[in-house]
């Protein structure tokens, strides 16, 4: 009986610190749009997603590659399958998926973006059909159904004021992390989470310094403001590694459903600060859009779901 109520404590103490875990997701990610929308005034756009994943990469590694058992660190040990598979998820996720958003939002409002960016999880539920044939119930074509309008509210179907190029970047951007999240399950990918991300951030940061490269960009270091600085930093540490380790985290002590509600909780998040602090407004027609999304979105990831839906909506941890 004592050992039994000494659990229960234990217990609930351990779902408390792990639906603490998933507030920061929820609050962390969402700002990253703010974060990078201050980042990108300033700084180049792909430079920036450059430093940014390289250096929270290289910082994560060596705690990466010590975690987990020594039966699991002796057993997940990468190559060059496994490098050549980060490559590619690293150009798909956070070069073409946090980059594209980077050079997106010197143009896009944050919360629109974060709201477009957070319509991956209708595009790795399309991306499942095509790649594995698993076809979505009725109850999900309806969600995505109502993901499509949302999307040609908010965009105003070409005649909103929302610039059309970075609008298409972004919802391109959201596809590639959609694709590569379903192309992860069929790819030679390292075991341990943290080791994954790792290895992805500095895959995709190298990406995005090569895109970098050919587009020309360079930091005028006089010309950057401290608050792009206190940007970069932000999304380094709190965006990539605070936020990377408490989503891996909950994701071990919740359900997956229920992390996976960062996907529509972090555009809410976004657009209220993007409100807050830089003086964003939506109109009528892009509130309505966004928040059609959102809800679409939600209904998507609580449909019934007859083949469990890729765990790896994440990030667009932007």
Known sequence: MTTTLTKRPATRNAALVAWVALVVVWIVWGSTYLAIRVGVRTLPPFTMAAIRYLIAGLLLFPVAWRSGTPEQRADDRPGRRQWAAMALLGIMLPAAGNGVVSWAELRLPSGIAAVLIGTVPLWIVLADAVVKRRMP????????AAGIVGVAVLSGGGGSHLPLGPTAAALLAAMSWGTGSVLQGLLPVPARALLMTAMEMVCGGLACAVVALVRGETIDFGAVSGESWWAMVYLITAGSLLAMTCYVFALGRLPATTVSS?????????VLLGAALLGERLTGREALGAAIVVLSVAGLLSAPRPNRLLRRARRAEA
């Open 137 to 144: 119930g009725a109850a999900r074509w309806l969600a995505l």
């Open 262 to 270: 960062y996907a529509f909780v972090n555009p809410v998040v976004a």
